[in-house]
């Protein structure tokens, strides 16, 4: 059995939708959040905006694979996070290493907040995941 067809616990699936929204709170720029399963299925998502929360999660999964193959291929060790700056925003991806499951979070934003801000606040979230 791969580690994407284990079931999320009930308490990490609730902490990721919980702190999902938080984030989404508390930054007004930020426009989504979504936790995905490495396989991309959308676990828990919080969304301003009029996105697509399965598209995004399918595509957290996509960009974390590749950045799983160029951080090998570079022998840099575990891929941690990809940051994409677009001149409107910006999407933060960071995976989240479990022994149970691994997860992916992407984080989309509007200009107007730092990545640096972002990027600190989503890894902070893949802690509580990662610990929880």
Not at 102 to 131: D, K, S
Request: no cysteine.
């Amino acid at each position: 059995m791969s580690a994407a067809s284990i079931p999320l616990p009930s308490a990490v699936a609730a902490l990721a939708q919980q702190e999902a929204q938080r984030l989404l709170d508390e930054i007004l720029e930020v426009q989504a959040v979504v936790v995905a399963s490495v396989d991309g299925f959308d676990v828990a998502s919080a969304i301003r905006s009029n996105m697509d929360a399965g598209r995004i999660a399918a595509m957290a999964s996509s960009i974390a694979a590749i950045s799983s193959v160029v951080s090998h291929e570079a022998q840099l060790g575990r891929s941690r996070s990809v940051t994409i700056d677009t001149e409107s925003g910006f999407a933060v991806v960071r995976s989240v290493y479990r022994t149970d499951v691994e997860l992916i979070i992407n984080v989309i934003a509007n200009e107007g907040v730092l990545i640096g801000e972002v990027a600190y606040r989503t890894t902070q979230f893949a802690r509580q995941l990662a610990e929880a």
